[in-house]
């Protein structure tokens, strides 16, 4: 069992950075894989970012790539997204995922565990 929180939204100006963390309980969090998925008002939930277990490989949205990192400190049980250049398209509920494999996926239902969701708000 894998509980996740999640801290780090806010509100920002367009162009500004963000780091987001992902802080999981219980030992076995450096074998999972997590995710970063974001909820848009009015729109379907979706991947913004993987990573799998030992933080070798990622994979990223095309609408991130090249602001957005994602990363995990195992030690720490933590995992983070630095959000940088934000865009208003940005804003949304960000939400960090995690699934009993090593492997990433991109597909949110093989996710078993979500953590409450942190506001990312960008304005003009």
């Known amino acids: 069992q894998v509980q996740l929180v999640e801290s780090g939204g806010g509100l920002v100006q367009a162009g500004d950075s963000l780091r987001l963390s992902c802080a999981a309980s219980?030992?076995?969090?450096?074998?999972?894989?997590m995710a970063w998925f974001r909820q848009a008002p009015g729109k379907e939930r979706e991947i913004v970012a993987t990573?799998?277990?030992?933080?070798?490989?990622?994979y990223y949205a095309d609408s991130v790539k090249g602001r957005f990192t994602i990363s995990r400190d195992n030690a720490k049980n933590t995992g983070y997204l630095q959000m940088n250049s934000l865009k208003l398209e940005d804003t949304a509920i960000y939400y960090c995922?995690?699934?009993?494999?090593?492997?990433?996926?991109?597909?949110?239902?093989?996710?078993?565990?979500w953590g409450q969701g942190t506001q990312v708000t960008v304005s003009s």
């Open positions: 219980g030992r076995t969090f450096s074998r999972y894989a």
């Open positions: 990573i799998n277990s030992s933080g070798s490989t990622t």
């Open positions: 995922a995690a699934r009993a494999s090593a492997m990433l996926a991109t597909v949110d239902g093989l996710y078993e565990y």
